[in-house]
């Protein structure tokens, strides 16, 4: 049975993990790495776990699980379904991207040869999918939105734009953040024929959804 302060320095290890990742990449993550960033030593990695890979794999599993809660939990409260959506633009295009949207993208890279990832990326895609589809979808019963064409085609659109902008942010050259905010909110308003005005509080910065705790 695990103590509680080994299920701690367990947490411990896996939010190191997370950040190595974030910051260096699968192919920078090593025992030595994240023994550094906990501050233990390379023996206590191995000590708390069948093997490093099981770690890594853990730690990609508990950013993915987060990712997704952060922007559900993000609109908890908000019953104008124009902010509901509005802020889920603004969170899913963030000012500057953030370890933990690092690892989704870093995973994503290499999801052809770490197969074992699969499983957590279509899920938290799925969930993505899922949030704006019942944003939009309350909207609708509401009178909110009044949509010209299907809400799943609406929902796959807000998802790949998110993806392919934070693709183009991860240059930390690239300042379009703005304008690419302006270009999704513009898609979801031609989509359904709504007003998105800028309502919410700048999620990006007040509650980074990309974030790691």
Not at 25 to 33: C, E, P, T
Not at 71 to 78: D, H, K, N, S, T
Not at 144 to 150: N, T, Y
């Amino acid at each position: 049975m695990m103590t509680a302060k080994s299920q701690l320095r367990r947490e411990e290890l896996l939010a190191a993990a997370s950040r190595v990742i974030g910051e260096q990449g699968l192919a920078g993550a090593s025992v030595r790495a994240v023994a550094q960033r906990a501050e233990v030593s390379a023996g206590s990695v191995l000590y708390h776990f069948e093997s490093f890979d099981q770690l890594v794999a853990e730690a990609v599993r508990g950013v993915l699980e987060e990712f997704s809660e952060r922007r559900r939990r993000l609109i908890e409260g908000v019953r104008d379904p124009a902010e509901r959506l509005r802020m889920l633009l603004d969170a899913g295009i963030p000012r500057r991207i953030s370890d933990e949207l690092r690892v989704v993208y870093e995973v994503s890279s290499v999801i052809r040869d770490r197969p074992q990832f699969r499983a957590g990326l279509v899920q938290l895609t799925e969930r993505q999918l899922a949030l704006y589809r019942t944003v939009i979808e309350v909207g609708i019963a509401l009178g909110s939105f009044a949509p010209r064409m299907s809400v799943d085609m609406i929902a796959d659109n807000l998802v790949a734009l998110e993806d392919a902008y934070g693709l183009y942010m991860l240059d930390p050259a690239d300042n379009g953040r703005e304008r690419y905010l302006r270009n999704a909110v513009g898609f979801a308003e031609i989509a359904l024929d709504c007003t998105l005005h800028d309502r919410a509080a700048d999620t990006s910065s007040a509650l980074d959804t990309k974030e790691l705790a």
